[in-house]
């Protein structure tokens, strides 16, 4: 279970909360990058749009794994290595986010990075989720 919290007379923020109270089991879920898991050598889309929904997909699949669902994300950190592909891709990525979160929005941060240890990577993000009791 989940509230999330926006301090009085604060504008609302846009696609992301200020802040989330959960009680639960944590889930913490590695950075994940936009690649396919299952192939056992690394194949990337080759947009900034398709690894950022690749990635997405990927949270998801380890968060449904430990019995999660999308309302459980508490917070995510974003690392992109170009904030301005980030920047001109947000109407993709909300098609995305739509797609695999839905309406819900954790805390975020968002990050640009000079590199990710895979090469042909352009986004990552690590989460936390609560779980149901």
Request: proline share 7%; glycine share 10%.
């Amino acid at each position: 279970m989940s509230t999330v919290i926006q301090p009085e007379g604060w504008v609302p923020p846009r696609g992301y909360a200020n802040g989330i109270v959960a009680t639960g089991k944590q889930l913490f879920i590695g950075g994940q990058i936009g690649w396919n898991p299952r192939s056992s050598t690394p194949e990337f889309p080759p947009t900034f749009e398709g690894q950022f929904e690749q990635t997405l997909s990927n949270i998801c699949e380890v968060l449904e794994a430990a019995g999660g669902k999308p309302e459980n994300l508490t917070r995510l950190t974003v690392y992109v290595t170009d904030k301005r592909e980030y920047l001109s891709s947000l109407k993709a990525i909300g098609a995305a986010w739509k797609k695999h979160l839905g309406r819900h929005y954790p805390a975020m941060a968002l990050v640009q990075v000079v590199a990710l240890v895979e090469d042909l990577a352009k986004v990552e993000i690590e989460a936390t989720a609560v779980l149901e009791n």
